[in-house]
């Protein structure tokens, strides 16, 4: 089963509120991904897991968390979400292969 | 850092025809991985194509690319579009593999029309 699930699928949240996003695999993969995606723009990868160890981009370091509390599990979370969050939020898995397992995506709106 | 460019954001062919999406690549490493994902509507993006040896074409459901490092290069080809090809298509570099970093282009969706 080369499944990842995502959810909330749809998600509406307020300015200034938080919010939290939710991944599983069961593929045993070792490394997880966040990407945001947005119309028009190229997937921009936010954050990854390898194994325990949490890598985030430089220039989203500070704007999301995330946790990964087994192996199966990947989480975003969104401390006060601003107008700009507004995308689709792609959470992917991948094995040593380097192949990227994509979920159906979480698309958030922020009102 | 490294980055992906896809020249096209629209591609529209009719059936029949020949395809080639464009794909350049830069990267201080030199053996980079070079993917083409393909990614129909409401769905989500799935592999295509993979690649990391130089000069070797590499092909999947009709599809082919040769990775060139000389160019920097891995245009996505086809010789004969169906319908079914419509999509989004997304080239992505992985430069350094121990890293674990893919990064995309930013798309070209390619339309086929009867």
């Known amino acids: 089963d080369t499944t990842v699930k995502q959810n909330p699928r749809y998600k509406l949240a307020r300015v200034g509120k938080p919010v939290n996003l939710i991944c599983s695999q069961t593929?045993?993969?070792?490394?997880m991904y966040w990407y945001q995606k947005k119309p028009n723009q190229a997937p921009k990868l936010l954050l990854f897991?390898?194994?325990?160890?949490?890598?985030r981009e430089a220039d989203t370091f500070e704007k999301f968390q995330s946790s990964r509390p087994n192996n199966s599990f990947c989480s975003l979370y969104i401390g006060s979400a601003g107008l700009e969050y507004s995308a689709m939020y792609l959470c992917?898995?991948?094995?040593?292969?380097?192949?990227?397992?994509f979920g159906e995506g979480s698309k958030l709106t922020v009102l | 850092g490294d980055s992906v460019t896809q020249t096209e954001g629209l591609v529209t062919l009719t059936e029949g025809l020949p395809v080639m999406l464009n794909c350049t690549y830069q990267?201080?490493?030199?053996?980079?991985?070079l993917f083409w994902y393909v990614q129909h509507l409401n769905e989500s993006p799935r592999l295509l194509l993979k690649?990391?040896?130089?000069?070797k074409r590499t092909e999947h459901q009709g599809f082919h690319a040769t990775l060139h490092k000389s160019s920097s290069s891995f245009h996505l080809q086809k010789s004969s579009a169906q319908l079914s090809d419509s999509a989004l298509y997304y080239c992505?570099?992985?430069?350094?593999?121990?890293?674990?970093?893919?990064?995309f282009g930013q798309g070209t969706k390619l339309s086929i029309k009867p």
């Open positions: 992917a898995s991948s094995s040593y292969t380097g192949q990227l397992y």
């Open positions: 593929m045993n993969h070792d490394t």
């Open positions: 897991y390898y194994d325990k160890i949490l890598n």
């Open positions: 990267t201080i490493y030199s053996n980079p991985f």
């Open positions: 690649s990391f040896t130089d000069n």
């Open positions: 992505a570099l992985n430069g350094n593999y121990n890293q674990g970093k893919l990064i």
